[in-house]
Every structure is written in structure tokens, then in C-alpha cells.
């Protein structure tokens, strides 16, 4: 298996623009988290889904951010408008069962200049 | 509420030296507990596991780690470091929330091997 496959790895935009991040799961797995990196927070989860369904989106910052997962082998996390504090390394993840055990894609590096 | 503290943010180290890197949880709950490395530019890789059975789990590139109940830890040790471990490691606690467990990480810790 390819693993989780994020897209794009870069991504460099400007303030007020659309950004959509892009997310492949590995196959059979059930469950989709979106996590976010920075320096000063460390590692936050946004939002996981567990089967196609949003299960908890508490860790979602604002209303800018939208999460989707219209099928089992794809989700997006969309940025509506981008601001420069949202500036960070965005890493997809998924799980199958109910132990936690989580794959981490290699991680979408934002910047909004 | 579920929470991982990582007791050191930096720990340095000579190569062949041992290491520890510490980590305790709070959760009323049963927990299952993780560590993960993360490589500079690199997601993150999963380490080790405890989910049940032996308190002292083996891991890959020789680190293990012990859960200990009684003092809510999960510390990882590895006998003797080489350069390539250097890296960041995340301990994290996977928690049932309501029929759906969820990853909480620690703040990660920067081992820094030097020659």
C-alpha cells in the first residue's frame, strides 16, 4: 500500500485566498483525521471522521475552516479565507478498529504570505 | 479530560549513550498509548504500542517502552543512541470518545544525538 497520500506537499498562497488541502487514506481504513502542526501549538487535532461521517469537529478553529470526505479514498480540508496564521505543516491520518492506531501522510507545509 | 505531558521538550545525548524520554497521561478510562517519531520534513511513523497484554513493548530501531498504571507513564528507553535518532518523538494516548477513539499527542520532545 502507498500509504497516505497528501497533496499538495507545498503550498503557497496569499492572504484571502481558497486553499484546499487534499487527502488520500489507506485503503479499508474507516477512520480520517486531520491534525495541525505549528511551533507554538504542536500537534492539533481538527476534525477525524470515522466512515465517511464528521464525528468531531471541536478542534476546528474557525468557520474559515471546512472539512470533507465525500468517500471512503478522499477528504479535503478547505481554508475560506486564508489568513497568515494559519501558516503550518497539515497532516492527514487514518485508522482502521477502534484501537487509535494512526498512519500519518507525509504532510501539506501551508503559507500564506 | 484526557491529557499527555512530555516532561522534557529537549533531551541531548552522546551517541552510544542510553536514553529516556519520559511520558505520563491522565485518563479515567483505559487507554491505549503510542509513540511516534517524526523525521525533520517527514510525517510522523509509528514507533511502538501498547494496547494490552506485557507492559513492556518492543519497538522498531530497538526502542521500547514500559506503561506503568500505577504512576500513568510510558516512558521509551533505547540502550544505546546513534546519530540517525535524531529526531522528534511524540507520546500519545488513543481514547475512547463515545465509541470512537481518538489520538491526543504530547508536546513532543527533540532528541538531539551528538558525536
Known amino acids: 500500500d502507498a500509504g497516505v497520500i497528501q497533496s499538495p506537499r507545498h503550498e503557497v498562497t496569499e492572504m484571502g485566498q481558497e486553499v484546499t488541502l487534499r487527502c488520500k487514506p489507506i485503503s479499508g481504513h474507516n477512520s480520517l483525521f486531520w491534525y495541525r502542526q505549528t511551533m507554538m501549538r504542536g500537534l492539533e487535532l481538527l476534525i477525524y471522521?470515522?466512515?465517511?461521517?464528521?464525528?468531531?469537529d471541536s478542534g476546528m478553529p474557525e468557520d474559515r475552516f471546512s472539512a470533507k470526505m465525500p468517500n471512503a479514498s478522499f477528504s479535503t480540508l478547505k481554508i475560506q479565507p486564508s489568513e497568515p496564521r494559519d501558516s503550518a505543516v497539515y497532516f492527514c491520518a487514518s485508522s482502521l478498529g477502534d484501537r487509535g492506531e494512526a498512519f500519518f501522510g507525509q504532510g501539506t507545509r501551508l503559507t500564506v504570505v | 479530560a484526557q491529557s499527555v505531558t512530555q516532561l522534557d521538550s529537549q533531551v541531548p545525548v552522546f551517541e552510544e549513550a542510553p536514553v529516556e524520554l519520559r511520558c505520563n497521561y491522565s485518563s479515567s478510562v483505559s487507554v491505549y498509548l503510542f509513540w511516534y517519531v517524526q523525521y525533520p520534513n517527514q510525517g510522523l511513523q509509528l514507533l511502538l504500542k501498547y494496547l494490552s497484554g506485557s507492559t513492556l513493548v518492543k519497538g522498531i530501531n530497538g526502542f521500547e517502552a514500559e506503561f506503568n498504571k500505577s504512576q500513568t507513564s510510558f516512558h521509551l528507553r533505547k540502550p544505546s543512541v546513534h546519530i540517525s535518532d535524531t529526531a522528534e518523538y511524540f507520546c500519545?494516548?488513543?481514547?475512547?470518545?463515545?465509541?470512537?477513539?481518538?489520538?491526543?499527542f504530547g508536546a513532543g520532545t527533540r532528541l538531539a544525538v551528538h558525536p
Open positions: 471522521f470515522n466512515n465517511n461521517v464528521p464525528i468531531d
Open positions: 500519545a494516548v488513543s481514547v475512547d470518545s463515545g465509541g470512537y477513539n481518538k489520538l491526543i
